[in-house]
């Protein structure tokens, strides 16, 4: 199958970095930041951008695009956050593409925002391979998905710039050796924030001070000078 | 891309098809019971068929195959569980697919065999679509991972003879609204049984009966007549 498997392969992912350097194009010159937001089903992804969106409040103006297989049960609960949110359901689909992204960004007034998080599928393998015209990666894992995530998905963890560890309340209900779960990130990627957040309680500081750095990185950096990221 | 990329994936789903059949053919003429289990990275899959080898020691022989993208650490605890195991290791692969589970039954012995639980790579979304050979598939969620899973991966709840609910322990530590989440199954599948498990302290009764009326089904079933029961 390779010979005729490959080649289209590769033409997908070259069509996708073609659109998802559109979109960071547009981005850039809208001047907002934005972040690509990987962790598997039932981590806190949409807990912790709840937390996000009402923690700041008038502070920046976040926008989420979020994909999920079925329903608009997350959009729902990030409009009702104070976000503006747009919902992408991807049918089958186990990851969001630059194509998506771009449809929805079309729905976004982007000079009005400062910071727009992109919510992907629930997957911790399949979003990572897909530039989605973004400026960082940012990676979750749940305490109760166990102490082995990191070092079972050496992926995400390389590519990640930040990485959080939330349900991090759990720790006494669950079994998690948090130091052989540090270890494994630090051996995969040495350069990387590790945070721990409990966004089912709104506390997210850490993470909303790394967030707060990538917007004025946005802010500061010469429009002129822009250059792909990655 | 449509007119070069459809064709092409139907060759591979179909070599696919093809191969699991082949499985399931050696699968009846070993007399062995053969189950996919699919769930989110974290929900508790390894945990289970550790408590399951430990449960049925004595009473069945238990074969399970393995699949993550990295590490071996998940057939290290079934070897120790007791259980038959062998690990594969996917790469970038989210999913299993017929040919990896080809290659790794050649590593068992089925005809010691009663029964077989191929562990897929933790996703909630791709395993679905790859038929490995199986006879009945099972879905495990977990509690942490919030009431709104099964409503947000229908393909899943669609294709499960039986449904999981893992990490009932922490119910008194999260958000999870079970009528809801029961209600959303029963809304996709009136069928399927959906049983409550704490895996990590062995609470499994369930599973463990349904997973005798599996094998049970396999012994009674006559071998000249056995059709591909998908």
Same mark, same amino acid.
């Given at each position: 199958?390779?010979?005729?498997? !490959?080649?289209? !392969?590769?033409?997908?992912?070259?069509?996708?970095?073609? !659109?998802?350097?559109?979109?960071?194009?547009?981005?850039?010159?809208?001047?907002? *930041?934005?972040?690509?937001?990987?962790?598997?089903?039932?981590?806190?992804?949409?807990? +912790?951008?709840?937390?996000?969106?009402?923690?700041?409040?008038?502070?920046?103006?976040?926008?989420?695009?979020?994909?999920?297989?079925?329903?608009? *049960?997350?959009?729902? *609960?990030?409009?009702?956050?104070?976000?503006?949110?747009?919902?992408?359901?991807t049918g089958k689909g186990c990851h969001l593409d630059a194509n998506q992204v771009r449809q929805a960004t079309q729905r976004l007034d982007l000079t009005k925002l400062d910071l727009l998080i992109i919510e992907n599928v629930g997957n911790l393998i399949c979003p990572v391979g897909f530039d989605l015209g973004h400026h960082a990666v940012a990676g979750v894992f749940g305490v109760a998905e166990g102490d082995d995530k990191a070092a079972k998905h050496p992926h995400l963890v390389h590519r990640a710039d930040v990485l959080l +560890?939330?349900? !991090?309340?759990?720790?006494?209900?669950?079994?998690?050796?948090?130091?052989?779960?540090?270890?494994?990130?630090?051996?995969?990627?040495?350069?990387?924030?590790l945070f721990h957040t409990n966004a089912a309680a709104g506390q997210i500081g850490p993470w909303l001070d790394w967030l707060a750095t990538q917007v004025a990185w946005s802010r500061t950096r010469p429009r002129a000078r822009v250059e792909r990221p990655e």
């Open positions: 199958m390779n010979a005729i498997d !490959i080649p289209v !392969i590769e033409n997908v992912l070259k069509l996708n970095d073609e !659109i998802a350097a559109i979109n960071r194009a547009a981005f850039d010159e809208a001047g907002v *930041r934005v972040v690509n937001l990987i962790g598997g089903p039932g981590c806190g992804k949409t807990t +912790l951008l709840e937390a996000t969106a009402q923690q700041l409040a008038g502070r920046l103006c976040l926008g989420v695009i979020v994909g999920d297989l079925a329903t608009t *049960r997350d959009a729902e *609960r990030l409009l009702a956050a104070g976000a503006e949110a747009v919902q992408i359901n +560890l939330n349900q !991090i309340d759990l720790r006494p209900h669950v079994k998690f050796d948090l130091d052989r779960f540090v270890a494994d990130v630090a051996a995969l990627n040495a350069e990387t924030d």
